[in-house]
């Protein structure tokens, strides 16, 4: 019997629809010219996920089907399906994700012609399933650009110029044995990437073969692994291109002059600063203005100042801080009902946002104008615009640490 040429991995936790839909594309969609295999390794789902792993199966796909005892969490999944792998070469595929026919094809005949390469690379589409429409390539790609091994300093270069991450790839399954190990600190991509350079040439391809479907059809809001890392992950990015650059450092293939180091430094600090950039703009539009001011001020430390992003957050974040801090600290008082919002002009508008931004439902929001009983000033948090105002609320018996100045908290929102 012959060998398997490509093994197509999705690991799945209770997303049952999603994989049904991601399995019919099998059935209507994909057609390759080369025999295939789809491992899946189910993260002790408790859907139905097996009952429409077995359907599949019952109409001729070539599934083999493997359930992890209990959750191990994501990554661990993702392992052991590619660790089930027995083709000739492996692709991860997620379960809401797509495959591109052709850029598929054209991969793995790139990779029969050229057995010096461990893994073809490239960009790939952010899919609008709902509109049926591809979003510009991650980051792109001129021609296919081979890189041979050990070529270290060329490919940081490569990566830093076209601000590469090299996530989606079709790898010759032999070289996943030493490259898949656990990296905590060290964005995996790049500290995988440094893995297959040193096993052999590695080459980026202009043409995607990988659609990632940001709006489902089945579910528009899902969470994403890959959004969650966008915004919390900016430093394992730089602790990433460290490791690679160390491991071109320790194979020879990377000079450590200082001059060299200096330059390695600001280059990856740059890249590091750019995807914060990034982290900032989608905080803000989560509405989470307390992080998106940590970042805010670690950008303009680093000269970003200018950078469109945090000139736009730079309009919205003082009062939103603000506010945000405000329900923050209400939120998180025991006993604490009431809200008085004292020497604002739109009191509803002010409720409003506050509500947006989490404040609890059962806190009634008052104007400064509604009395209060002797009883319920204990119980009671006030919002005050000038520090000024402070005085008659304590006068009043409100505790010092329950009435909020804007002026407390402005001081410390350096814009």
Not at 83 to 98: H, K, M, P, W
Not at 146 to 151: A, C, D, P, T
Not at 207 to 228: C, L
Not at 346 to 357: F, S
Request: aromatic share 12%; net charge neutral; glycine share 6%.
């Amino acid at each position: 019997m012959s060998q398997v040429k490509l093994s197509i991995c999705i690991p799945t936790y209770n997303r049952a629809r999603f994989l049904e839909k991601a399995l019919t594309y099998f059935v209507e969609l994909y057609q390759f010219p080369f025999t295939y295999e789809i491992i899946i390794s189910d993260n002790a789902s408790t859907d139905d996920t097996r009952e429409v792993v077995d359907g599949f199966a019952a109409k001729g796909l070539p599934i083999r089907y493997f359930r992890q005892a209990e959750n191990r969490g994501p990554y661990p999944n993702i392992v052991s399906a590619f660790g089930r792998a027995s083709g000739e070469y492996t692709i991860y595929l997620a379960d809401d994700d797509v495959l591109i026919n052709e850029g598929v094809r054209d991969a793995i005949r790139y990779l029969d012609l050229n057995p010096e390469v461990t893994v073809c690379y490239a960009p790939w589409y952010s899919h609008d399933e709902v509109d049926g429409r591809d979003g510009v390539p991650f980051y792109t790609v001129d021609k296919d650009t081979r890189f041979k091994r050990r070529e270290f300093e060329p490919v940081f270069d490569f990566l830093i110029e076209r601000h590469v991450f090299p996530e989606i790839g079709i790898y010759r399954t032999a070289a996943l044995r030493s490259a898949w190990v656990p990296r905590s600190f060290a964005y995996w991509a790049f500290a995988y990437l440094a893995h297959f350079l040193e096993q052999g040439a590695i080459t980026f391809l202009k043409t995607p073969f990988y659609r990632q479907v940001i709006r489902s059809k089945i579910t528009r809001d899902r969470p994403q692994e890959g959004h969650a890392e966008v915004l919390t992950s900016w430093d394992s990015y730089r602790g990433g291109l460290e490791y690679f650059a160390y491991s071109g450092a320790k194979r020879g293939a990377l000079r450590l002059t200082p001059d060299r180091r200096l330059y390695l430094d600001a280059q990856i600090r740059d890249f590091t600063m750019v995807r914060m950039s990034v982290a900032l703009r989608m905080w803000v539009a989560k509405r989470d203005y307390i992080r998106a001011y940590e970042l805010y001020s670690r950008l303009m430390l680093g000269g970003f100042e200018h950078n469109p992003d945090v000139q736009q957050a730079r309009r919205v974040l003082p009062l939103m801080v603000c506010l945000q801090t405000v329900m923050w600290r209400t939120n998180a008082m025991a006993g604490v009902d009431r809200l008085v919002l004292h020497g604002v002009d739109d009191h509803g508008a002010i409720e409003e946002l506050l509500r947006e931004l989490g404040l609890r439902s059962e806190i009634t929001v008052l104007p400064a104008t509604a009395p209060l009983a002797p009883e319920e000033v204990a119980s009671t948090a006030v919002f005050v615009t000038a520090d000024s105002d402070r005085k008659q609320y304590l006068r009043k018996g409100h505790l010092p640490n329950l009435v909020i100045s804007e002026g407390d908290i402005l001081n410390h929102v350096l814009i």
